[in-house]
């Protein structure tokens, strides 16, 4: 299932979706304007944000091994259309939540092109993230 599916929830949720690339302007805005994408897009061309975070690049057998080719399967078989890689294909991603505060909530390192957190287990972080800050306010 994918974030945008669950756009409504997150605004419940008061979360601030953001999302980085190292893509160049051109291809973030088509792939905004072709996906209906509803979330900020921010450019790190230089990738000083992905290396703070340890999304490093993949070597061959991580690109194009077992596990990502299954990934990639399991995705077309669920439906989802894959995008030619425009780009540096072996820039591996992640996922970071970052509470209002500043806290680094969850950070994932992605092990291969595909490996990602599920989309509930990121919401999952978020109300778990909620629940304790609200039971450390004064009553």
């Not at 505060?101 to 993230?129: F, M, N, Q």
Request: net charge negative.
């Amino acid at each position: 299932m994918q974030l945008q599916q669950h756009q409504s929830e997150l605004e419940t949720l008061d979360v601030v979706v953001v999302v980085v690339t190292f893509e160049s302007p051109e291809i973030a805005e088509n792939y905004a304007r072709e996906t209906a994408f509803p979330w900020p897009i921010l450019l790190d061309g230089s990738r000083e944000l992905y290396h703070a975070y340890g999304m490093d690049r993949g070597g061959w057998r991580v690109i194009f091994g077992p596990s990502s080719w299954w990934g990639y399967l399991k995705l077309l078989l669920r439906g989802r259309k894959l995008r030619r890689p425009t780009d540096d294909i072996h820039q591996l991603g992640g996922d970071v939540l970052i509470d209002p505060k500043g806290t680094v909530c969850l950070h994932h390192v992605s092990r291969t092109p595909i490996d990602r957190p599920s989309v509930e287990s990121l919401l999952e972080a978020v109300r778990s993230r909620q629940s304790e800050d609200a039971s450390d306010r004064p009553q």
